[in-house]
């Protein structure tokens, strides 16, 4: 990409996240973390994962709150592409209700029988995700309880993940099993479906591959289920085997095609811009979460003396530093794990400007402390706004999530965005 657009449009979403943080009232200044929701970067990304996945059906992922974004933020915004939306929690399936009556709703887990049944008996049409002969029947009882037929996102544990699928180790069984499902009463099997663990780093069309061995598994399975719909004389259903990664490592020849049937994939963390560290990640789409605090104070400590927990950073400046205090920690968030964040890895953050500060010894649960002075010399003061992560900048410095990620010990992207996303701590706004 031309490097100077780039940096434009860069600058651009810096003043519209300023602006919109100063003249937002939906913004809590009362609240520690200000996590903005760029809707130009989600936007964007719809538009990649779009233009990459043809003719299949898009299915957000909006789990775990939009990962922490906020699904009351993201739905609205992009629901207009998606041919499907799945979530997990029943608040989630009632978010999404409020903002769209009828499009395909999956639960992507399955369900204990309090949630399916106020889920059934709130009418809100979700498609319950199956794994089990006794689950199918026990939504079967639960709907025909309220005179509905229930949906059915039947799950096919292709992959070997031992949870959410039926196992198809043995087709002889599972042909029995198939033949006795599609007769329960007040069940519909909508689509089927399986989970693509490992996709992130498959080498796509390599026999010896798992995520290539999983799919030609699925493909031959659902061919084999189908032809008992067939001879049900039933509907045929949808299909849906990609998580979002896999989808990147299959996407351009599609070994599921074959089957013939609309298809769906479910894509959480690239429309949120997450997946940028994984082999086939989903290039040039942008993090869609940028969380910065204001500079609580600036305390100065002269040479000699320590900083942090176990006096983890000492200061050698024959001067002194100077400290400055955010009320946010970094490596925690969370009001209620004092301690647990330990590490001293170098880390730093980063203001408006782009100027680079370090953090500087172990943080604390609610309290980092950072160097007020940046790698080019300019001084923090108290009331200044700092971003703590953020893909702004044209610059290899920035702490995008990935790299917070890496400095949090390895965690995943989405553990990074919920944290700062959804903390009881954080006010977030769109911009
Ligand atoms: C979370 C999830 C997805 C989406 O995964 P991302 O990597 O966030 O895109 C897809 N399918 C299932 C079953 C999931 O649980």
Redesign the pocket.
Known sequence: MDLQMGMKRTVTRHERFMASLVRNKNVQRTRPVIAGIDQMALLENVEIVRKRIGQRGLCA?L?GDAYGHGIDIVAPEIIRFCSHVAVVDNQEIEAVRRIDENIPLIR?RVGSEGEISDAAKADWRVREMAASFNKIEEIGKIYSHFGQTADIHLSLDAAGLGR?GFSIRDPYSLDALMRTILTIPNTRVASVGC?LPDAGSAVPYHSADPSTRALNGFVATVKWILQIFVDHGLPLPEISSY???SSCAFGEHDPVAVLGLPMFD?????LLGL?SSNRHGELGTGQVLHAGTFVCDVTHREHGETVGYEHSYKIEDPEGKDIAILGVGWLTLSRYQQGLGKTTTPAHCMTPSGDIHEFLGRQSMNISTVSARSRDGRDLRPGEFIYLTTDFGPDEYSPTIPRVAKWMGGVQHEFVSTAFGASSSTSRFLF
């Open positions: 992922v789990k992507l959410n989970h998580s979002s990664s479910r894509i959480g963390s690239s997946t």
